[in-house]
């Protein structure tokens, strides 16, 4: 049972599976991602009841990009068509959604729909939904890095100046962008154990849940289990 006083902050979800899923029912690939979004609707839902204050998941990665035309596009679709269809009940249950990536190379209509949200739900106060789309660690690092060399070049910050937290705040999460803390718990579906590019340096010091269950048949209460999960284990920081 759920112990509602220790609640993890922020929960973070790599969302896999969709593909098996749609092999095992023997339906299209896109049966299996739209199940994804409807089984991530009831995520966000079971998460703003239960009052968890962030949730990231992983929608499309900077690697999806080589999958087929047919799958991406379809992905794409199945976006603008999830905020058009769910925005008004993001922002009647008073969730803010925010976006990890670089979104804008994304297709026109997926922009604007998801400018959209941003603007409806930007003073909302509840939680925090964090949609990692077009995004990867590796690049987010990079990219960080970046700006922090153009801050040295102009004179604005010097070489030794640099710790952990300027990395941290020149993140996408970071406080100079989103202001989202590190994830306290890491979720991936469908039994694979790895990261995938997937917030790194945010991570470093998360809890890991790993479950057989595909993403299309994550329901909240396999989503409390996970909970549990991590609230039996002790965190120790990397201290005794």
């Not at 801050?151 to 010097?158: D, F, L, P, Y």
Request: one cysteine or more; proline letters at 3%.
């Amino acid at each position: 049972m759920l112990d509602m006083d220790r609640l993890p902050k922020h929960v973070a979800i790599v969302m896999d599976g969709n593909g098996r899923w749609a092999e095992k029912h023997r339906v299209p690939r896109m049966a299996g991602h739209n199940a994804g979004m409807k089984a991530m609707k009831e995520i966000v839902k079971r998460s703003s009841a239960l009052g968890i204050e962030y949730l990231t998941v992983y929608a499309f990665s900077t690697e999806n990009w080589k999958r087929s035309f047919e799958e991406v596009n379809g992905i794409f679709k199945l976006i603008v068509i999830y905020v058009d269809k769910e925005l008004k009940e993001l922002h009647k249950n008073n969730v803010k959604v925010k976006i990890l990536g670089e979104y804008l190379k994304l297709p026109m209509d997926s922009v604007e729909q998801l400018n959209k949200a941003l603007m409806t739900t930007e003073n909302n106060t509840g939680l925090r939904f964090n949609i990692a789309l077009n995004y990867g660690s590796r690049d987010e690092i990079t990219r960080a890095a970046v700006l922090i060399g153009e801050k040295i070049k102009a004179g604005e910050m010097e070489p030794q100046d640099i710790t952990e937290d300027t990395i941290s705040r020149y993140l996408y999460t970071g406080k100079f962008f989103n202001d989202i803390p590190d994830p306290d718990l890491v979720i991936r579906t469908s039994g694979e154990k790895r990261l995938s590019n997937y917030l790194l340096w945010q991570s470093a010091y998360s809890e890991f849940v790993y479950t057989d269950v595909l993403w299309p048949d994550f329901s909240p209460e396999v989503y409390e289990m996970c909970i549990e999960e991590y609230q039996s284990r002790q965190r120790r920081f990397g201290g005794r």
